[in-house]
């Protein structure tokens, strides 16, 4: 057991320019979800990959942002045309279908600066 | 809409006994997790209530009064190591059946 991974896990950009963020959940876990954290408060639900199906979306999620799961495998998370507010750290987890969806395993996250 | 309310803030002796409150407004409550997060790291799962009632794990126990819809963490045995934000979160339908609404987090800080 490796862990959920994430990559990068620091990325500075412009404003305006896109960027993409790739985890790798644990291999043997179907449920993946994307959070976001900024400082001094709880993660904040994006969306969630139930193997490659994307069955939820915070209504939230600027349509800005897409994430895919092609394979039911890695997952990779978009922000197109960033903006200044999108500075988080961007948090992946999985999950197991044959435990609990409340037992979330997170990987390190990728911290978003946007200049 | 969802909300959690957690102290911002605790701070306690190493030995000491530390609870932490958690209330929430929600439709179509599943349950009430708590996570700890230290300083640049990653939220780790520490426990889960779906009924009432207290679970316990080591030196954490997590208890739940859904008809109160209040939840609390009890860490015992205080080490400097526990120095970390802690944050209830809950599972509903009002927002999804899958998703974890996280409260804003308890900063606990052991001293010695």
């Known amino acids: 057991d490796t862990g959920v991974s994430q990559d990068p896990r620091h990325k500075i950009t412009k404003r305006g320019q896109n960027v993409t963020f790739r985890c790798d959940p644990i291999?043997?876990?179907?449920?993946l979800y994307w959070y976001r954290q900024t400082l001094g408060q709880g993660p904040e639900f994006l969306t969630y990959?139930?193997?490659?199906?994307?069955?939820?979306k915070s209504r939230l999620l600027s349509d800005r942002f897409s994430a895919e799961r092609p394979k039911g495998s890695f997952s990779t998370l978009e922000i197109q045309r960033t903006e200044q507010g999108d500075s988080a750290m961007y948090l992946c987890a999985s999950s197991s279908t044959s435990g609990s969806q409340d037992t979330q395993y997170f990987g390190p996250g990728t911290r978003l600066t946007v200049l | 809409g969802q909300s959690l309310e957690q102290p911002s803030e605790v701070t306690a002796v190493e030995g000491a006994i530390v609870q932490i409150n958690c209330t929430y407004q929600t439709s179509g409550f599943y349950g009430l997790s708590w996570y700890q997060q230290h300083d640049g790291g990653a939220p780790t799962f520490l426990s889960y209530?779906?009924?009432?009632g207290l679970e316990e794990t080591g030196r954490f126990s997590s208890f739940l009064s859904r008809s109160d819809s209040y939840g609390y963490l009890l860490l015992q045995e205080l080490q400097m190591k526990d120095s970390a934000s802690y944050f209830c979160a809950v599972r509903a339908s009002d927002t999804g059946r899958r998703a974890l609404t996280f409260g804003s987090g308890t900063r606990l800080q052991v001293q010695p």
């Open positions: 291999s043997e876990h179907n449920r």
């Open positions: 990959f139930q193997n490659e199906a994307q069955l939820e």
């Open positions: 209530n779906a009924l009432d």
